[in-house]
């Protein structure tokens, strides 16, 4: 297992890296589990739904997507406004530091486990999540701000998580990658004009790897329901209002990003987050209630704390501290209303597989 404390000297990093290796509340962080448990998982009854996931993952049908054409190297962003240009890169650095995340643990769980089945599937989505932190990061060398990805490796702190865990999160972080990524992609297939680079051209290929993943986090759980029964409806609900939460409130950070794909980010936000939910019906048996108004206002009650947060971090002293305190009090009474509204409960469906059609 990482040790979760240690850290290498540091070394003389650019300001991506740095941004990567910050564990700040609302960026990607590493993780590792518990790889003994992970090893005792059984797929037996979804036999034949998994093997067919997993012969998908072996015909790797993006195998020859993630190629940079001539419009990369042609880009001219030399005249971008500086404030899109930051907000990009921002956007870049987050994205390839998640698909770097997923990329070491899901080697880490093929490298420490002996069950056969798990090893060939986490083998398969860590060569997805590298090709996909490769394909971001030569992005970002194009701005000359690549992220230092072995530096990273040493550098960022592993957080624990137990397998239960792992797959409530990292199954909606699939899937909500995929509501992300397709939501972008379909709006700047109506509209050329807002595509500001080519890496969105990508973004519908892409995103079926994403959903593909979450996929296999769902056959995983379907066949394996003690994870979905009893007390763990609670820590369902958790996750969904933790990753919700965690999205709405990056996003409204990231105003300009948004704003230069022609999206309300409001409304980016609503849609990606309703998608999400109707997606995980698939094998969550509690999920969020949507159009529940005190939902929306709650999300936007953290997003005004951590405004706050930031203001009195910046303003320092005992003002800036109570500020941020208070702040930081609120978000968490906030986030327990969030946990107390009434959640939509719904039997899991007995064909459960899905297909990325949005």
Same mark, same amino acid.
């Given at each position: ?208 790897? !994403?959903?593909?993943?979450?996929? %296999?986090?769902?056959?995983? +759980?379907?066949? =394996?329901? @003690?994870?979905? #029964?009893?007390? *763990? /409806? ?56 949507? !159009?529940?108004?005190?939902?929306? %206002?709650?999300?936007?009650? +953290?997003?005004? =704390?951590? @405004?706050?947060? #930031?203001?009195? *971090? /910046? ?44």
């Amino acid at each position: 297992m990482y040790e979760a404390t240690m850290k290498p000297p540091v070394k003389e990093v650019n300001e991506s890296t740095k941004a990567a290796t910050d564990d700040a509340v609302l960026n990607p962080r590493f993780y590792t589990t518990d790889f003994a448990e992970m090893d005792r998982l059984d797929v037996s009854p979804l036999r034949k739904d998994w093997d067919e996931l997993v012969a998908e993952f072996r015909r790797d049908p993006n195998k020859d997507h993630f190629k940079r054409t001539p419009e990369f190297e042609d880009l001219d962003w030399t005249g971008w406004d500086p404030e899109l240009k930051k907000a990009f890169i921002e956007f870049l650095v987050s994205s390839v530091t998640a698909e770097f995340s997923g990329c070491i643990l899901y080697a880490e769980i093929k490298k420490r486990v002996k069950n056969k089945d798990i090893r060939d599937l986490f083998g398969f989505m860590s060569r997805d999540e590298g090709r996909h932190a490769g394909f971001i990061n030569h992005t970002l060398a194009d701005f000359n701000v690549a992220v230092d990805l072995s530096f990273l490796t040493k550098a960022k702190k592993y957080t624990y998580f137990k397998p239960k865990y792992i797959y409530y999160a990292t199954y909606l972080s699939e899937k909500i990658g995929y509501a992300r990524y397709i939501t972008i992609f379909r709006q700047l297939e109506k509209h050329p004009e807002f595509r500001f680079h080519p890496i969105f051209k990508w973004f519908q290929e892409w995103c079926n790897d !994403e959903f593909r993943h979450g996929e %296999a986090f769902a056959v995983l +759980m379907r066949a =394996n329901p @003690q994870f979905l #029964e009893g007390a *763990n /409806k609670l820590w369902i609900r958790f996750f969904l209002l933790a990753v919700f939460a965690t999205m709405y409130v990056r996003d409204h950070a990231r105003t300009t990003f948004f704003h230069a794909l022609g999206f309300d980010v409001d409304d980016f936000d609503r849609k990606v987050i309703k998608l999400t939910n109707e997606i995980s019906q698939q094998c969550f048996p509690v999920t969020i209630d949507t !159009e529940n108004p005190k939902f929306w %206002a709650l999300l936007e009650q +953290m997003h005004q =704390n951590m @405004q706050a947060i #930031e203001r009195g *971090n /910046k303003a320092g002293g005992l003002g800036g501290w109570l500020t941020s305190t208070g702040a930081k009090l609120n978000n968490g009474v906030t986030f327990l209303r969030l946990m107390m509204l009434p959640a939509v409960h719904k039997p899991l469906p007995a064909n459960f597989r899905l297909e990325p059609v949005w």
